[in-house]
């Protein structure tokens, strides 16, 4: 048994860097990533396994078991804080928020930056493209639907559609 566990404290150490990167990729956060480093590396050391055929696969299936384990761990709090939550203020209190676990502060701000960043390119279309390239694009019209609309030639709306394409590539750069 000690040997089984001196072993994979040695693949852990060769592997370390590459363990990190792994664990980093996964969780988006160097930190986080450490964190679980250490969680593994005490299972390393603590194992009593029989002899593994691929002690480096069997590093990183335990390091993506980790992480799916904190993933739930997540969500389960955030189901307990959503439902602590409602049991205490109803279903929303007035002015709060709830913690939002999917995307972090930066990548929101990132979206609603390249959300205004478009829409502030749709505004400077020229008047004609602009509308045919709403309603087909935005409403769903097809183009016969947006002609009729429009009272032009379905060929008319796919020239405004198709100005409309060029000019937002120029504004926001392909």
Do not use: C
Not at 110 to 115: D, F
């Amino acid at each position: 048994m000690a040997e089984a566990s001196a072993g994979l404290s040695a693949l852990f150490e060769a592997h370390r860097a590459e363990l990190l990167r792994f664990l980093t990729a996964r969780t988006g956060d160097p930190a986080e990533a450490e964190d679980i480093a250490q969680e593994l590396w005490l299972r390393a050391h603590r194992t009593d396994a029989g002899p593994i055929a691929n002690g480096r696969a069997y590093l990183f299936r335990v390091a993506h078991n980790l992480v799916l384990d904190q993933v739930r761990e997540r969500n389960r709090r955030a189901q307990r804080d959503r439902s602590w939550h409602g049991a205490e203020y109803g279903e929303t209190a007035p002015g709060m928020e709830l913690p939002d676990y999917r995307t972090d502060a930066e990548r929101g701000l990132i979206e609603r930056e390249e959300a205004a960043l478009l829409a502030s390119a749709i505004g400077n279309l020229p008047e004609g493209a602009r509308r045919a390239f709403r309603l087909h694009k935005i409403d769903g019209l097809s183009h016969a639907e947006v002609a009729s609309r429009l009272g032009i030639s379905k060929s008319g709306v796919e020239k405004h559609i198709a100005v409309a394409m060029k000019h937002l590539r120029k504004m926001l750069g392909d």
